[in-house]
């Protein structure tokens, strides 16, 4: 059974850290592109982070490059997102997706498929 469950969440201060967890379950993280989006109430859901399933090549949105980085660790079959110098405008319910297709790279990942979803973790950015 495909599962993933996101953690790390919680409340921080402007200019504090988070990592954010992907626990992936029932496939085999190695072979698979992992995404991250988020979404905060009366915005659309926004492409955050990518990590491709082969190389372990990376894409960052523009409004997070260079405080956010992507990491996976396929023995424990987890992803990352390190988040470095937090804004207000981060806070959102953050959410990792699997991708359908196999060998999925991330040069194009907001065009990419994917099949399973987590619950989210919610991130709030406030003094």
């Known amino acids: 059974q495909v599962q993933l469950v996101e953690s790390g969440g919680g409340l921080v201060q402007p200019g504090g850290s988070l990592r954010l967890s992907c626990a992936a379950s029932g496939f085999t993280l190695d072979y698979y592109a992992i995404g991250w989006f988020r979404q905060a109430p009366g915005k659309e859901r926004e492409g955050v982070s990518c990590?491709?399933?082969?190389?372990?090549?990376?894409y960052y949105a523009d409004s997070v490059k260079g405080r956010v980085i992507i990491s996976r660790d396929n023995a424990k079959n987890t992803v990352y997102l390190q988040m470095n110098s937090l804004k207000p405008e981060d806070t959102a319910v953050y959410y990792c997706?699997?991708?359908?297709?196999?060998?999925?790279?991330?040069?194009?990942?907001?065009?990419?498929?994917?099949?399973?979803w987590g619950q989210g973790t919610q991130v709030t950015v406030s003094s």
């Open positions: 990590i491709s399933s082969s190389d372990g090549s990376t």
């Open positions: 997706a699997k991708t359908y297709y196999s060998g999925s790279s991330c040069a194009r990942p907001w065009e990419l498929e994917y099949d399973y």
